[in-house]
């Protein structure tokens, strides 16, 4: 095991109708300005907004609105809420939504909190330091982010999807009722079943082995999505799946899982992002393509550090043994693929209509961001393209 740090600030509170308490916890703190932010109005559709509202009411908070951030978060959206927040002279900032309502939430509460530009600490110019609390409501279990540190823009002047570190930015409280999901599409729950499990493999996959308590918490995350989101796919509305689902999405990407073993790989994180940045692909769908081909390149080309431990995926995760380990790691690869496919993801570039020439395209942007990227095999421009080339 690695030294390591472990602090995670934020306060959850889980359970059924649990939405009607943000005013108490905003209260707790002697919150009286908010800022409420949110996304497209599926929680004006499934009464979540409503709950919310009465619950400001009830603790006297005035608030603020912000809506329309969309999937694939924009600069624009983000700088635009800095301004009215500060005009409003809020002390909170509210997250009603999925990642991308939270992210915008935390570059915004960052945003107000100072007279620097945002975008240039996503451009790794300065480094936040302080922001307004913020206190969520979590909609769609997907990213960790009602629990992390993490904020993911794009700024869509420029196609570039760059992210935020910072301890600040943890959300101070986030509420997490499962009941909000029940009116989740399809779609978005396998999207966000596959971002957790691709959460875990970055940490999996990350070249460090020696890491037993870690694998096994990693195998029982995904084991748990994986039946759940079975569940789901043909009862939306299960109480006790939409449940395991969502704490197993939330430790996926909250420090425990990494704890002990380490920074994670993200070079699939990274490439995927690129995807959303250029043709505005959910990140969910853009992981199901590149993740199968990024293991399939690792495995073939370091195969000595990477088959015992697709080895052990396959059986930790698929119950799959083999006498011969390498015939079991590209089992682990192939079953994955192939659950991704069986929950309707795509899973090559072809699905969503790319191909061959938009390579380049996709390369320079990569580059732009940043190369080499990744832990377990460190990657140039041309292991990318060939990644890029299997994922067609
Ligand atoms: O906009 P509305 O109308 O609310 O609809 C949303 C949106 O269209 C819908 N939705 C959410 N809750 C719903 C619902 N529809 C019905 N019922 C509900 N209860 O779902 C759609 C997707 O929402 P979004 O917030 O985009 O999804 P997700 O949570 O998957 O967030 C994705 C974003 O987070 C970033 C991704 O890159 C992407 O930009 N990530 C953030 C991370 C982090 N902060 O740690 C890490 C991740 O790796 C990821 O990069
Ligand atoms: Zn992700």
Redesign the pocket.
Known sequence: MKDFVFHNPTKIVFGRGKASVIGDELSLDGHKRVLMI??????K??G?YQTVVESFKRNNIEHFEIS??????ILSKVKEAISFGREKAVTAVVPV???????SA?AIAAGIATDNDIWEAFLGKWKVKSALPIYGI????????EM???????DEKTSE?R?ISASVIYPRVSIIDPE??????KN?TV??AV?AI??VCEYFFNGYSESFIQDHIAASIIRTIISSTEVLIDEPQNYEARAQFAWAATLA?NGINAAGRGSGDWAS?QI??SL?GLYDI???VG?SIIMPAWMQYVLDTEPSSMTPRFDLFAKLVFDSVEKNSMTNAHNAIQKLKNWFKNIGQPVSLTEVGLSEKHIPQILDNIEHIGLPTGKAKKLYRDDVEKILKLAI
Do not use: M, W
């Not at 909000?180 to 599409?185: A, E, G, K």
């Open positions: 949110y996304g497209g109005g599926s929680i559709r499934n979540t329309g951030v969309k999937p694939n978060p939504g999925g990642g991308s309502v939270y992210d935390k979590l909609t769609i279990s997907a990213t960790g982010s992390n540190g993490n904020a993911v823009i794009t999807k992210s909000i999901q029940f009116t989740l599409p978005q999207n966000g971002d691709s959460h990407l994180h995927e992002h959303s959910p990140h969910g992981l």
